[in-house]
């Protein structure tokens, strides 16, 4: 039985006032400036995925998923990258609803000069991104200097284990390293959901963050964890960052692009 697809919760019809803008593009601006998230130390083993497990559990094999929305997703992309000259990335994005859904003002400002390629589909798990880059979604000539890379909080909402789910991002990380080995990833750890930390889809999340940042080697792969920057000093995600205390405001956009900042100029030697 496929595992059941996340529903995307609408934006409310009302964005941000144009006070609303100017301030989260200052506080953008200061949290850059400050040069926050910078790369985490490699602990331990490289990855969950070395060596990896036999049988390979399901969030770390690819599957074609039966949600119709994710479905349709894949079919958009598809069609992006039918019409676009895919050599010419040098950022590329890879992830679910979150990453398909970057607020075009934001990321036109600190992307936009980047050639960036947005490879985002809503509703999409671990698996699930590996069936798409394995059918057609990472085309040969895609050869970016560097990949964001954001999944599995679909993964996490079912209470899949949190090993199981690092597994999953591990399987993506390998797949990329075998296409493009000079492409430099930048791990995102899961966002914070919930209103605040007693939500226990925090707690799955916050486990595979452990896990994954054990990843990060500094050559190839770096952690990071802007997420954390969306969270107060008591773990309260507002209502004014994530509106439905997952997908991401404007301002929210901004705060996490500004904490992902240094660390994306230094893959793309700025």
């Not at 925090?202 to 963050?209: G, K």
């Not at 080697?217 to 770096?222: I, T, Y």
């Amino acid at each position: 039985m496929a595992v059941p697809a996340k529903r995307l919760a609408k934006r409310p019809a009302g964005r941000a006032s144009g006070t609303g803008l100017m301030r989260g593009l200052a506080l953008a601006l200061a949290l850059g400036l400050f040069g926050l998230a910078a790369p985490a130390a490699a602990q331990g083993m490289l990855c969950p995925a070395l060596p990896a497990r036999a049988p390979l559990p399901r969030e770390a094999q690819p599957e074609y998923l039966a949600d119709p929305g994710w479905q349709g997703g894949v079919a958009a992309v598809s069609q992006q990258l039918a019409a676009t000259d895919v050599g010419r990335a040098r950022l590329v994005f890879l992830g679910d609803s979150i990453t398909a859904s970057w607020f075009p003002l934001i990321y036109q400002q600190f992307y936009g000069h980047r050639s960036p390629l947005n490879l985002g589909v809503g509703g999409d798990f671990t698996q699930g991104m590996l069936w798409r880059l394995e059918h057609g979604q990472w085309p040969v000539a895609l050869r970016p200097q560097a990949v964001v890379l954001l999944i599995g909080t679909n993964n996490a909402q079912y209470s899949n284990r949190p090993a199981d789910i690092a597994l999953g991002i591990a399987e993506v990380i390998r797949f990329i390293n075998r296409q493009s080995p000079q492409t430099r990833i930048l791990l995102v750890g899961l966002l914070p959901r919930g209103a605040d930390a007693s939500d226990p889809v925090r707690r799955v999340t916050e486990q595979v963050n452990v896990l994954i940042a054990r990843c990060a080697d500094q050559r190839s792969v770096f952690y990071s964890d802007a997420g954390t920057m969306l969270v107060d000093g008591q773990g309260r995600l507002p209502e004014q960052l994530a509106f439905d205390r997952l997908h991401l405001t404007m301002v929210g956009y901004a705060v996490l692009a500004a904490a992902m900042e240094p660390q994306i100029r230094r893959l793309l030697g700025e």
